[in-house]
């Protein structure tokens, strides 16, 4: 007779079988494959894990995979639901803001997580080489994340695209400003390739 475990803070138990190849191994531990954990744990309603997980490299057709190896598993509709709005691989809370005000705006064009020379753009449109970077204070607070935001933005800016940063603030408080800023800036570079 096993006595049950009870869990304390953010730790949630559940017993089920996890298929043998969503399991690995660190050292003498055997873990679920990273994008099992992230899959598994967004079932409630946590996008947060599967932007790690993209941000970590893991790649959105394993999430997916590790989703039709659970199936009839309590909150699958919301995991199916956060796997569908990750089609653009966002890898914060505000990247995935910016993609559904984008897709919502019906402003298309764009790609993210683009390589430009040393860096990776959030968002670009290269045909216009103008880039939207996310900027959340997670990762962009702090002296030496202020100086080096600025050497990428002269970089890039030297090398001829338009940087255009956001904040949630404004995503969420000056939806309609940013929305004619980058209209704006796209506009103005379509009408100088055209040209």
């Known amino acids: 007779h ?8 953010p730790v949630f138990w559940h017993r089920g079988s996890i298929p043998p190849e969503w399991i690995c191994e660190a050292g003498a531990l055997r873990i679920t494959h990273p994008a099992w954990t992230a899959v598994d744990i967004c079932g409630r309603g946590d996008s ?12 959105l057709e394993n999430l997916w995979r590790a989703f039709a190896d659970m199936p009839a598993r309590k909150g699958n509709p919301i995991r199916h ?11 914060s809370a505000a990247e995935r803001l910016a993609h ?12 993210t997580n683009v390589p430009i020379g040393d860096y990776v753009a959030d968002i670009a449109w290269p045909h216009e080489r103008v880039i939207l970077e996310v900027d959340g204070y997670e990762f962009h607070s702090g002296p030496a994340q202020f100086q080096s935001d600025r050497l990428r ?17 404004q995503l969420t408080g000056d ?21």
């Not at 947060?48 to 893991?58: E, H, K, S």
């Not at 639901?81 to 890898?91: G, H, I, M, V």
């Open 2 to 9: 096993r006595n049950p475990v009870r869990a304390r803070g």
């Open 81 to 91: 639901q956060l796997l569908t709005e990750s089609r653009d691989e966002p890898w």
């Open 175 to 195: 939806l309609d400003g940013f929305l004619r800023r980058l209209r704006g800036a796209l506009r103005l570079r379509r009408g100088q390739v055209a040209a």
């Open 100 to 111: 559904q005000i984008l897709r919502k705006a019906g402003i298309s064009g764009w790609r």
């Open 153 to 169: 933005d002269q970089t890039l800016i030297a090398q001829g695209w338009v940087v255009i940063r956001v904040t949630w603030a």
């Open 48 to 59: 947060a894990i599967l932007d790690t997980a993209l941000r970590c490299g893991v790649g």
